[in-house]
């Protein structure tokens, strides 16, 4: 009876379940990397590199822990059903382990295999999260709405981060949220000026995958030439590590913060290595909570970026499968949007610098931060009412670091609030006034930030209120927003007709994608 143990290329952790019941003088490891999987989506260049390479130099760590690995690599007609036939049927293998995969499709891929194949398949316990996403769906199915703050507050008592001896939070208060929003002048003002990043190391593996990418996938979105992340844990765990000794103190004071030459600032940027499993969330929680207690970094920093990885990241997973028992996720669209995506997401040539800015970092890297993803790219596509599906498979085919169970309650919830309410408690809609005052984008932007109306005035500004007023009906009585209308009530009746007319103008004048 040999069992196997079939290792996704999300699920690179040395944690992971499905190892767990091997016998390593009898039993094998599975890693396949498919073609047809890999062109489901236009996938960055940079996201498709670290995947194909994080998945080879994991294949070289687990046979040096003693592990058999039997490695199929990506080649054309290549599939995982074909691959995964092909092996079962070679090695004699009677059981295959599937740790249980973070996304719901590839849930019903494996639901299919043991008819498939022929042989048991069992779905081991998921260790890359600390929430239990069968628990979390059993507790909020049905809801209308959850609160990420009270489901960070449990995290931080179940697994005793920045606790008290007495169960309080580690200087009086759960959220130093209010206190991690300095402006972009302040920035400026400090002198700091942002460490550079270690540059990872490149091997006879990085440079194959680099060359396969560029065969096979020679018109998706980026270049290999400037790939810039870790494909190795040892990489990924000194990238980090390089966080906390040199961004970290700086990160909470900073961290709404948007620079134009500046792609990370003080943020980590291990998203992309943390969503496949070369960094573990609670090793990197305790790194941050010692350096609190070490006195290496001030409690709002490291609060700050406890709460985005053991709380907003879990609690998003949980939102993504809660949602998925009962919905296709991906077609949610609370205000009916009907507009498709620019083509501009495609090459960043618009007139709005800061819309410019994003999106090329986006291009060129794979990558912005947070602020930047939430505040100008969804802010956009949420004032100019674009069809939420669109810019949701954007984000996950753009992104170094998205996947489903990620990409869609982000976008969707929090960024589009398609889903009326689940994920945020309203939408997170800004004018030219919030970007002009995290961020140095306004200056030298050929539209004008002052203005309300026009040809000239900044886009965000009438699109902003236009977007009020179209959802008038939907948004009025929200509590969170209700100042929003308070405000647009005392407008004149030919001042709400110029914002009408100048986000009729506007609209009309983007040019939409031949893509989607």
Wanted: glycine residues 6%; proline residues 3%; hydrophobic residues 35%.
């Amino acid at each position: 009876m040999k069992k196997a143990a079939w290792i996704l290329g999300d699920q690179l952790s040395l944690n992971n379940s499905a190892l767990r019941v091997l016998d390593k003088a009898t039993d094998i490891v599975v890693m396949t990397e498919s073609l047809e999987h890999a062109r489901e989506l236009s996938h960055h260049k940079h996201k498709l590199m670290l995947c194909f390479s994080a998945m080879r130099h994991f294949k070289q760590e687990l046979e040096q822990q003693g592990y058999s690995v039997c490695y199929s690599q990506l080649d054309e007609n290549k599939n995982f059903l074909d691959s995964l036939n092909s092996i079962v049927r070679k090695h004699g293998v009677s059981e295959l382990i599937v740790m249980q995969p973070n996304e719901s499709a590839t849930v019903k891929f494996v639901e299919t295999l043991s008819e498939n194949l022929g042989i048991g398949v069992a779905q081991s316990k998921n260790t890359m999260f600390l929430t239990d996403r069968d628990e979390f769906v059993k507790k909020h199915r049905g809801k209308s709405h959850l609160v990420m703050e009270n489901y960070y507050r449990q995290m931080r008592k179940t697994h005793n981060v920045l606790m008290t001896k007495d169960g309080k939070p580690v200087g009086g208060e759960w959220n130093l949220d209010k206190e991690n929003r300095r402006t972009a002048k302040a920035f400026k003002q400090s002198k700091l000026t942002p460490p550079k990043r270690p540059a990872p190391t490149r091997d006879r593996i990085d440079s194959d995958v680099a060359e396969m990418v560029e065969k096979f996938f020679p018109n998706h979105i980026g270049s290999t030439k400037t790939f810039w992340l870790p494909t190795t844990r040892k990489d990924a765990d000194l990238c980090f590590d390089d966080f906390i000794a040199t961004r970290l103190k700086d990160f909470g004071d900073y961290e709404d913060v948007m620079i134009a030459d500046e792609l990370v600032l003080f943020h980590s940027a291990i998203s992309p290595l943390l969503n496949i499993g070369l960094l573990d969330v609670m090793t990197l929680a305790r790194k941050a909570e010692h350096a609190y207690y070490n006195g290496d970094a001030p409690l709002n920093s490291v609060e700050g970026f406890i709460r985005q990885i053991i709380g907003w990241r879990e609690f998003i997973y949980g939102c993504y499968w809660t949602k998925s028992a009962d919905t296709d996720y991906h077609q949610e669209n609370f205000f009916g949007n009907t507009r498709k995506l620019p083509d501009f997401f495609w090459t960043g040539k618009t007139n709005m610098r800061c819309v410019s800015s994003a999106i090329s970092k986006v291009i060129e890297h794979g990558y912005t931060h947070h602020i930047e993803r939430l505040m100008v790219i969804g802010n956009f596509a949420l004032l100019a009412g674009i069809l939420p599906n669109e810019i949701n498979r954007w984000f996950w085919e753009f992104y170094a670091d998205a996947y489903d169970w990620v990409v869609t309650p982000n976008v969707m919830g929090m960024s589009q609030f398609a889903d009326g309410g689940f994920v945020a408690t309203k939408p997170y809609a800004a004018s030219a006034n919030y970007i002009d005052k995290m961020s140095d984008y306004c200056h030298g932007c050929a539209y004008d930030k002052t203005l309300k109306t026009g040809e000239t005035a900044c886009p965000f500004n009438y699109l902003y209120w236009d977007f009020f007023l179209r959802n008038s009906d939907k948004l009025r009585k929200n509590n969170r927003i209700g100042m929003a209308y308070v405000t647009l009530d005392k407008k004149t009746t030919a001042e709400q007709d110029a914002i009408r007319q100048s986000a009729h103008s506007f609209l009309a004048n983007l040019n939409p994608n031949d893509y989607y």
